[in-house]
């Protein structure tokens, strides 16, 4: 890359920074992958971003502004997702198109919109439902007669309507939306639409249909400076509590309209989350929504848990940090910090790979992580075990649906009770009769620690099992070299 084209990069990023939070930008990111249709007209950026639903989203190019059909409206994750999508240069340029627009004349520019119209009857719907419509009758028809079709009609004519008549909309219904649904199952027309009956979530769009009002009330409100209105319904504050940057200049009206935790919520959820404030708002009443940030925003609250002196955060800091000797130093409230952090089992991967770097080992402190198998890999199940001496602690932490894994567990037995080992796994009959795929990794297992004869032993002494599954049978001679064959009704075995 030339000196020029990296800077103009670098510029690109830091301007990227300057508009969006990292909180942001990190959540765009996972988000790249679903962006759908990404055009480039001009300087701006036009395309459809998956989230809870498919969202219509544009920005700026210049200015690095846009908006969304999400409940945010602006400036938010899935705009940046569609601007890195773009950066990554997966996008079509729609400079050529328009080329050839401009050279139409209005005759052929009229014959490219109809041979279209048949693949999209909505732009007639919607327009004639858009021309025709008069909102006051619409809302006497709306609440006489709900149905799917009426819902078609409301999302058409949304874009038409006032500030006062959407929150008129979404308020009737929110309030009536369980009575509606049902009206819908009662109507002739659901009825008759034989493919729902089974769908027990089918509500014809009107869930669909809150979401899109959100999305306009919470838009309009922000331009008109209206946003008393959305403060007050307590419904609309998580999209308040979301798109926070967009509303901090209402902080003091929302401080007193919310409750005092998802007041907490809206202040870490600004880019610059005003720390001084936050360590006044929180309390034990509300300290469980300092864990819905600390991923994003880990060094934040890390200043908050130390200044409040809350142990079992500060503990699931560390985890986050990677930090070795926090974490051993701080161990004690592990058990605590289970509880409050409900994210916190799965970085426990995490925390086993740096012990195991630093070549640290605690038995007690691997009782602990064994009792909470986190989807652990073999090595790190080994690496537990091999600190436990207890052979029964270890026979109850054993899962046979983990059996590729946990034969790591029965290897541990083994190096404590050779015999013992042996004796458990005949006792569990329920590892046999199961996919031959579940069966390999206990012979290769076996095979490893015990001599033939063992092995020949328990096969004989589930004959009938063996004798009946000849997939087992063909994948235990191709992956293990155990022959497994029948002579005049009898089982012959040969373990090479």
């Not at 327009?127 to 799917?148: P, Q, W």
């Not at 209206?226 to 902080?251: C, M, P, Q």
């Not at 870490?268 to 989350?273: I, V």
């Not at 015999?419 to 012979?443: A, V």
Request: aromatic residues 10%; charged residues 35%; negative net charge.
């Amino acid at each position: 890359m030339h000196t020029g084209e990296k800077m103009n990069k670098q510029a690109e990023t830091a301007k990227l920074h300057e508009k969006y939070s990292e909180n942001t930008i990190d959540k765009a990111r996972d988000y790249i992958d679903r962006v759908v249709n990404c055009i480039k007209i001009g300087e701006s950026l036009h395309g459809k971003v998956q989230g809870t639903h498919l969202y219509k989203t544009e920005i700026d190019l210049l200015t690095l502004d846009g908006d969304c059909s999400c409940p945010i409206g602006s400036n938010c994750k899935h705009v940046v997702a569609l601007y890195l999508n773009y950066k990554k240069g997966k996008f079509e340029d729609a400079e050529d198109f328009i080329k050839s627009l401009n050279k139409m004349n209005n005759s052929q520019l009229k014959e490219l919109i109809l041979s279209k119209l048949q693949d999209n009857p909505d732009w007639i719907i919607k327009h004639n439902l858009r021309k025709n419509s008069d909102s006051k009758v619409f809302f006497k028809s709306f609440r006489k007669n709900i149905s799917s079709s009426k819902i078609e009609e409301a999302e058409a004519i949304l874009p038409d309507l006032s500030f006062s008549q959407l929150l008129e909309l979404y308020d009737y219904v929110d309030k009536n939306y369980e009575s509606l649904t049902d009206k819908i199952y009662e109507s002739d027309e659901y009825n008759d639409n034989n493919e729902h009956w089974e769908d027990e979530e089918y509500d014809a769009g009107l869930g669909d249909l809150i979401d899109k009002l959100k999305d306009l009330i919470i838009g309009k409100s922000l331009k008109s400076k209206k946003v008393d209105e959305v403060i007050k319904r307590e419904k609309l504050r998580e999209e308040i509590i979301d798109g926070a940057e967009s509303f901090k200049d209402f902080k003091a009206k929302i401080k007193k309209s919310f409750l005092k935790r998802e007041y907490l919520q809206f202040l870490l959820a600004l880019k610059n989350p005003p720390i001084h404030e936050i360590k006044e708002v929180v309390d034990n009443s509300n300290k469980e929504v300092l864990y819905d940030f600390i991923d994003k925003k880990t060094s934040l609250i890390k200043k908050i848990a130390e200044d409040k002196k809350y142990t079992s955060l500060i503990f699931s800091v560390y985890a986050r940090e990677k930090d070795f000797s926090g974490i051993i130093n701080n161990f004690r409230y592990f058990d605590d910090a289970l509880k409050e952090d409900y994210a916190l089992h799965h970085k426990l991967k995490e925390v086993i790979d740096l012990f195991i770097k630093n070549n640290f080992k605690d038995e007690e402190i691997a009782r602990k992580l064994l009792a909470e198998d986190a989807d652990y890999t073999k090595k790190q199940i080994g690496y537990l075990a091999s600190q436990i001496m207890d052979f029964d602690f270890i026979g109850k932490s054993f899962d046979k649906d983990e059996i590729e894994t946990h034969a790591e567990l029965l290897r541990r037995m083994s190096q404590i009770d050779k015999q013992r080992t042996l004796s458990f796994i005949k006792n569990k009959k329920e590892l046999l009769g199961r996919h031959w795929s579940d069966i390999i990794p206990l012979f290769n297992f076996l095979k490893e620690v015990y001599s033939k004869e063992e092995i020949e032993e328990y096969i004989y002494e589930n004959k009938d099992f063996f004798r009946t599954s000849s997939h087992l049978k063909k994948h235990l001679k191709e992956e293990c070299q155990i022959f497994i064959s029948q002579k005049e009704g009898g089982l012959t075995v040969e373990i090479k």
